[in-house]
C-alpha cells in the first residue's frame, strides 16, 4: 500500500512554530515514527510552502498512491485551487489538522478541502496523520 503525506505553508517549522499549539516534534521525527509504526506500508512525504506545488503534487500521486493525507494548512482557508485538484483525482484524501481549526479564530472554520475529503481529522495534534493512516488500511 503506497500512501503520501502531504503538508503545506510553515508545516516545515513544526516543533519551531508556536509550539503551544503545534506541539514541539519535527515532522521528520514524527515521520520516522510513522514509519517504523506502520512497517507494511510505503508511506511517502511532501512539504512545501507554494500552493502549484502542492497542486502537482496531488496530480502527480492522485492516480496511483492508494491513499493521500491532506494539511494543506493555511491553503486549506484560501485555496479553491487545491479543493479542485482534490476534486479532479480519483484517488480518496484524508483532510488531516494537527489543530482544533473550529476552536480557533473564524477564518479557520471554512475549508475548500473539506467538501472534497473522504473524511476530516483535526484536534488530536501529530497523532491524526496516525489516524488518518489507519483509516486507509
Ligand atoms: C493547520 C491549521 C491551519 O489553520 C493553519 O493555517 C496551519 C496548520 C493545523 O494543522 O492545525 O498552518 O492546518
Known sequence: ??????????????????????????????????????KNVEISYFQSNIEGEIIDKLHEVGFSFDGIVLNAAAYTHTSVAIGDAIKGIEKPVIEVHISNIHAREEFRQHSYVSPNASGVIFGFGLKGYDLAIQSFL
Open 1 to 38: 500500500m503506497k500512501i503520501i503525506i502531504i503538508n503545506g505553508p510553515n508545516l516545515n517549522l513544526l516543533g519551531k512554530r508556536e509550539p503551544e499549539i503545534y506541539g514541539s516534534k519535527t515532522f521528520e521525527d514524527y515521520y520516522r515514527e510513522l514509519q517504523l509504526k506502520f
